[in-house]
């Protein structure tokens, strides 16, 4: 890997350790860094080559960056704010609007691991899983709820009438 971009998304205490494992990883590789309008001033201190998404939301698949595609890059590294990186499914996606061979996660234990394609269309299948059962489990709670409710008020009147 010659040519990496690194996606900020994470503390810059996490940014300073990922930076310092490329370089002892991979000398000589060429690194950019790509980060929200706020953290511009700070990513010139990791790189010379910094680039500002230009939109104010979350990083997105609807909302690529297509500027980032003439650079070329032989690997996307996103930096994680755990050891999983659940949470960063949007990240990820976004990461397939950019040309890379590669792309990678690092965690916070610093542990280089590849994201392929095929794992981020898993997880967002997954993701789209559980919030679907759940938004189903949600409404047959809320179901039973709205229909028990007056039948809960009726016993309770009941039992109080019954008791005096």
Known sequence: ????????????????KVFEKLRDELPGAKTALLTHRHGALAAEAYTETV????????????????????????AVVIPVGNISGSGFLNVFLFTLTIKAASRYTCNTALELKPLSRAKIIGLLLRNTLYATV???????????????????????????????
């Open 1 to 16: 890997m010659k040519n990496i971009l690194v996606i900020r998304c994470t503390n810059l205490q996490h940014l300073d």
């Open 51 to 74: 680039a500002v998404y230009p939109y104010t939301e979350n990083y997105g698949y609807l909302r690529p960056m297509k500027s980032l595609n003439a650079m070329n890059f032989d």
């Open 134 to 164: 759940s938004g189903a489990l949600t409404l047959a709670a809320g179901a039973v709820l709205l229909a028990g409710w007056p039948v809960f008020t009726l016993l309770t009147k009941c039992g109080k009438a019954l008791r005096q």
